[in-house]
């Protein structure tokens, strides 16, 4: 081979380990301090964020609480009256987990008429409904494991 070949290659290698450590690095930010949210996109969520119109009225045996039944954080709780809820390690997380398997914003309960959902925040790990992992939003009541990292939540009345 030319020298010139073999310079060619070795600064394609270069070039691709570069790559591969600021996307490493990358990553490791983003799940420390979370992904960046333009200015844009917080003041337009803000507002959708809340219903319009009457608030969702709780009937008897509706579930009240999500709860941690199985991890680290055993016994952690949030009331479903501050629906959406945001289950992750960050700071601004309902139910916060100190779960290594769990990304900064993880996974959102939320209610749409009188069913509750969970979605999967597009984390490293997955959100899992009972034992299938979710791509969508996907529909949950009372006492359905959903699984987070290492930690399992469930629905409670």
Do not use: C
């Amino acid at each position: 081979m030319s020298e010139l070949t073999l310079f060619l290659i070795r600064m394609a290698y270069l070039a691709i380990l570069w790559i591969f450590v600021l996307s490493a690095i990358s990553v490791i930010r983003s799940d420390m301090f979370g992904a960046r949210i333009p200015e844009t996109a917080r003041g337009s969520a803000a507002p959708a964020a809340k219903p319009k119109g009457r608030p969702r009225r709780a009937r008897r045996g509706d579930p009240t609480h999500l709860i941690v039944v199985e991890g680290d954080n055993v016994g952690a709780r949030a009331e479903l009256a501050e629906a959406p809820l945001l289950i992750g390690r960050g700071t601004d997380a309902a139910i916060r987990l100190d779960d290594d398997y769990v990304s900064t914003r993880h996974a959102r309960v939320a209610a749409s008429g009188d069913e509750w959902f969970v979605e999967d925040l597009g984390s490293t790990n997955g959100t899992y409904v009972g034992s299938v992992r979710i791509t969508q939003p996907t529909t949950i009541g009372p006492g359905v494991q959903v699984r987070v990292g290492k930690t399992i939540l469930e629905l409670r009345k």
